[in-house]
């Protein structure tokens, strides 16, 4: 009786597909880090909720008792974690004539496909935060039942404040959205201390903001005044925010980098999974798999402009 002996070629082929693979992966012009906190998650789902601080201290007469305060809590949200997959097969024949060029670039292609899947679903929290329950390929629901960007953001200390803005990128749009964001309050209705230090922007913005923030002088002035935004903020191009991806050439974004609220979980980034031989075909598969899940958990220290003048 003859044995099923699995054939060598795969196994040949396999570590030379995940050093390109990870090579791939590490060359990526990824911008997820740039706008979101990344985290692990070892769970199903990942529950959240913003906390306030707590009000300013009470004079403290002498002998009296100290005054005890618990911060308040924000609107919960759920990360529910998706997965996302995909693969390719090599064929016998092509091993066998020798079609390296072709088989070699297989592991590059499973690699941008995984990357931009991820690059597409953060920027979708941006290209729809506009739209109460997200769009694209990433539907996410804010705890206070408003889109990421609104003007009208319930307060637990009363009222309602805004992040949203329709202007187009220009100085006074800019000097809107920084004394907004610095005015933020938290739900104990205290200033929630932001400090706006990334523009996000699609490749269409890049010159208009690079003309804000890295000018000498201030533009469109003949006053030579300085220009006070002068590397105040991180800009971060990011190309999924573009038409092009489905985003929009006119949309930016203000951020607090050690402030917002833009979470994203890793439940498993695992990296090329195979080969896996079918003995009936003699073919070798190789393939992806991971689980993620993105949102926010506050609007506070994002600010966001259609830039459509709508």
């Known amino acids: 009786m003859a044995l099923n002996t699995r054939p060598n070629w795969p196994m040949l082929l396999d570590p030379t597909f995940r050093t390109i693979y990870s090579d791939t992966e590490k060359q990526f012009p990824s911008k ?18 913003s906390v306030s601080g707590l ?28 997965t996302f997959a995909k693969g390719e097969a090599v064929t ?46 990433a539907l996410f629901n804010g705890g206070d039942g408003k889109a990421l960007f609104a003007t009208d953001h319930p307060l637990r200390s009363g009222g ?8 187009d990128l220009d100085e006074d749009a800019l000097e809107t959205a920084l004394v907004t964001m610095r005015a933020t309050k938290d739900n104990k209705g205290e200033l929630q201390m932001i400090t706006p230090d990334t523009l996000t922007v699609p490749p269409a913005l890049e010159k208009e903001a690079r003309i804000l923030l890295e000018s000498q002088q201030r533009t469109g002035t003949g006053n030579n005044d300085i220009n006070p935004y002068k590397g105040a903020l991180k800009i971060v191009v990011w190309d999924f925010l573009g038409a092009a991806a489905g985003g929009s050439d006119t949309a930016w974004f203000v951020s ?32 992806v798999v991971c689980r993620w899940s993105a949102g926010f958990s506050d609007w ?11």
């Open 256 to 287: 607090d980098s050690s402030e917002h609220q833009l979470n994203w979980f890793d439940r498993d980034n695992r990296g090329l999974e195979g080969p896996e031989y079918d003995f009936d075909t003699k073919t070798s598969k190789w393939s």
């Open 92 to 137: 016998y024949e092509m091993y066998e004539d020798d079609q390296y060029n072709i088989i070699k670039k297989a592991p590059g292609r499973l690699a941008k496909a995984k990357m931009r899947t991820r690059e597409q679903f953060g920027a979708d929290i941006l290209n729809h935060g506009f739209t109460y329950g997200g769009g694209g390929s």
């Open 55 to 82: 009000g300013k201290l009470a004079q403290k007469p002498e002998g009296d008792s100290i005054v005890y305060e618990a911060p308040t809590n924000g609107y919960p949200v759920v990360y529910s974690h998706l």
């Open 160 to 167: 309602t404040a805004s992040n949203y803005t329709t202007a």
């Open 300 to 310: 506070r220290a994002v600010y966001g402009s259609k830039g459509d003048n709508s």
């Open 32 to 49: 997820l880090s740039e706008v979101f906190n990344i985290s692990s998650s070892d769970k199903a789902y990942e529950k959240d909720t």
